[in-house]
């Protein structure tokens, strides 16, 4: 069994069908999707079908929000949860990519897709009301939440008959966690990753910064999205609601396919001037810097 770190004394064993390492939205929508495949039939009693492990106390809203294409929206109809956030959040008609440099502006317009409840278009979202609409559809208790992997290993199943093996997932409380199916959706450094012995990740060669700026008295912006480019930046705004606007600052920052060499520290001062720059460009109120 891989150790991982920090485990104690066993304190329960559960057995259940599946475990999901994250209650990201990848996690979330792979526990729907799970259920939704038949692993909810054993649902109950000392077992279960699907687990969800997250090492936070509650969900994470990190990242502030995120544009949906029609593609994602026919999954979210899949997982049963479109409906619920649809209603929400208004379409989007035109993207507007300006050029800096040149002053050029490009308007593109985004096509919807046909279907039989009618037309799916983009839609801007809550990451939280994305996570918090997945997890409501997922019986209480599927989530365990501040549960930190202490180790990672497999057995044998039905006491080693058949040559299949249960994966046995330990946690730092002392609980292990029997299944038949383990997935990691536990991020760029996944645990599950690393224990199956898959490549370290490779930097995409950019950096992020995002927020979510919140005008009380409402904001006036146009609802489209704007983006503006410079120099290897790339600076974007979207409205999301009449008082939210989700922006974000991407900067080329290492060489691509390569391991990060930069201290995270530069990379992140790097930003922050990126940041103030296309800020001062594109005019924004700097209360869009009021996350700080």
Not at 36 to 52: C, E, H, I, L
Not at 61 to 84: C, D, E, M, Q
Not at 192 to 199: F, N, Q
Not at 274 to 284: D, T, V
Request: charged share 20%; aromatic share 6%.
């Amino acid at each position: 069994m891989g150790d991982l770190g920090g485990g104690g004394e066993t304190k329960d064993v559960i057995d259940v069908e599946a475990v999901v390492v994250g209650a990201g939205i990848a996690g979330l929508a792979t526990a729907l999707a799970l259920r939704r495949a038949g692993f909810a039939a054993r649902d109950g009693g000392g077992g279960g079908g699907v687990v969800v492990l997250e090492r936070h106390a509650e969900l994470r809203a990190t990242g502030a929000a995120l544009t949906v294409f029609p593609n994602g929206w026919f999954a979210l109809r899949a997982l049963g949860i479109a409906h619920k956030l649809t209603p929400r959040y208004q379409p989007y008609e035109t993207s507007v990519v300006t050029n800096l440099e040149s002053g050029a502006t490009q308007v593109f317009r985004f096509g919807g897709h046909k279907s039989r409840s009618g037309e799916v278009r983009v839609r801007p979202v809550h990451r939280r009301e994305l996570l918090e609409a997945m997890a409501e559809e997922l019986p209480p208790g599927t989530i365990r939440f501040s549960s930190r992997l202490a180790s990672i290993g497999t057995e044998p199943a039905g006491g080693g008959g058949g040559g299949e093996e249960l994966a046995v997932v330990g946690l730092d409380d002392g609980t292990v966690i029997r299944s038949r199916v383990l997935v990691g959706c536990d991020g760029v450094h996944s645990a599950v990753a690393r224990w199956l012995g898959m490549a370290e990740p490779a930097s995409s060669g950019r950096s992020c910064v995002r927020g979510l700026a919140v005008y009380p008295g409402g904001h006036g912006v146009r609802k489209e999205l704007r983006q503006f480019l410079s120099h290897g930046l790339r600076a974007g705004m979207v409205p999301i609601s009449d008082t939210d606007i989700y922006w974000f600052v991407v900067n080329n920052t290492v060489p691509a396919g390569k391991p990060a060499q930069m201290p995270r520290i530069k990379i992140c001062s790097n930003l922050m001037i990126s940041l103030l720059q296309m800020c001062l460009i594109m005019n924004w109120e700097f209360k869009l810097l009021q996350f700080f």
